[in-house]
């Protein structure tokens, strides 16, 4: 808003990037979409304000941004400022590494006195350093606010029988708003329907339903129309609701980034929320048996690596946030966080 140009927000997610115009509209900036959701008239209507300098942000995904036509529309004005969100997408070292990403300095390129910023929640060193490279940030261009998220309550359970867990836990957090995430679509599907027998307010996410639905079983979520959302991992990058109480992991995640990102959407107002891991050996085996059907050797070595630092996560004696922060490397961690279930 403080340049006279306009900024480009490069996004990896359609319903992310509307969440965020959305907004952005109703506190009066002026911001602007281009992708495939919109119609032909309502993308013309987009380009013309852009042509007309009416609008100051414009969020496109990597692969529209790389387009002939959109990158002539962008040297025909002033680009002031270009914003990379999520830019650990950009590393291979990172846990969603999108290969468009990787091509952005191109884009760059065209725009030599634009700004340029980065910004990510889940960066591990090697994936900061990886950001800097591919994007010629200097050195002196970081800035890390704390990974610690102090009010979240941290828990790992061993999985039992994690129905009747999962089930009581919600229970526990009755009319409140609460994500569930499922390793596969069957899983989601299952519970969802089981917890619906059940009484409660529950719809699915997963990448198997078609985009109008998912669409709309995430409005639902965000305008409280529903309590629960059982998803798999495909859920959540694109929402900007504040007031989840709670996230379940019925089956473990693949990797500490996914795990802290997913806790991360819950208690984004400030007031305390909580988190629970059910831990179960089986759920191992089968990431185990992923990792085998990889072709790639390092890709390979890399998921293993991955596992082991989630598996040491889950296991650990001491207090939870110690792992977790080292692993983004954040040395000074207090001993004690009277906010998980190993320090109480």
């Not at 910023?117 to 940030?137: G, S, W, Y």
């Not at 009581?168 to 899983?187: D, F, L, P, T, W």
């Not at 639902?220 to 992991?249: E, L």
Request: net charge negative; hydrophobic share 35%.
């Amino acid at each position: 808003i403080v340049f006279d140009g306009i900024t480009l927000v490069i996004s990896p997610l359609i319903s992310l990037m509307q969440d965020q115009v959305r907004q952005l509209i109703e506190l009066d900036i002026p911001a602007v979409v281009l992708n495939s959701s919109l119609s032909t008239d309502e993308y013309q209507q987009n380009i013309d304000s852009i042509r007309q300098g009416q609008s100051k942000l414009l969020f496109l995904a990597p692969e529209t941004a790389l387009q002939g036509n959109i990158l002539s529309l962008l040297q025909s004005v002033d680009v002031a400022c270009v914003a990379i969100d999520e830019a650990h997408c950009i590393s291979e070292w990172g846990h969603e590494f999108r290969p468009e990403y990787r091509q952005l300095d191109q884009l760059l390129s065209c725009f030599p006195n634009a700004v340029t910023v980065a910004l990510t929640a889940t960066a591990t060193p090697r994936v900061r350093e990886d950001i800097k490279r591919q994007l010629n940030i200097e050195e002196n261009s970081e800035y890390i606010a704390s990974f610690d998220r102090p009010n979240l309550y941290l828990e790992v359970r061993p999985k039992e029988s994690a129905y009747s867990q999962t089930k009581h836990y919600i229970e526990k957090h009755a009319k409140q708003s609460g994500i569930v995430y499922c390793q596969s679509r069957s899983a989601v599907d299952e519970l969802s329907a089981k917890l619906k027998q059940d009484g409660f307010s529950v719809l699915p996410y997963h990448a198997g339903l078609n985009s109008q639905k998912r669409a709309l079983n995430q409005e639902k979520f965000v305008r409280d129309d529903v309590d629960i959302i059982v998803a798999t991992i495909a859920f959540g990058m694109g929402i900007n609701k504040p007031d989840v109480r709670y996230v379940v992991h019925y089956d473990l995640p693949k990797n500490i980034e996914s795990y802290y990102q997913q806790i991360g959407r819950a208690g984004r107002d400030g007031q305390d929320a909580d988190c629970l891991l059910l831990f179960g050996y089986g759920d191992t085996g089968k990431i185990r048996f992923f990792i085998d059907q990889m072709n790639n050797e390092q890709e390979k070595r890399l998921a293993t690596m991955h596992l082991n630092q989630m598996l040491a996560l889950a296991e650990t004696e001491e207090c939870r946030r110690v792992p977790l922060l080292q692993y983004f490397g954040e040395p000074e961690v207090q001993e004690s966080c009277v906010k998980c279930d190993n320090c109480l």
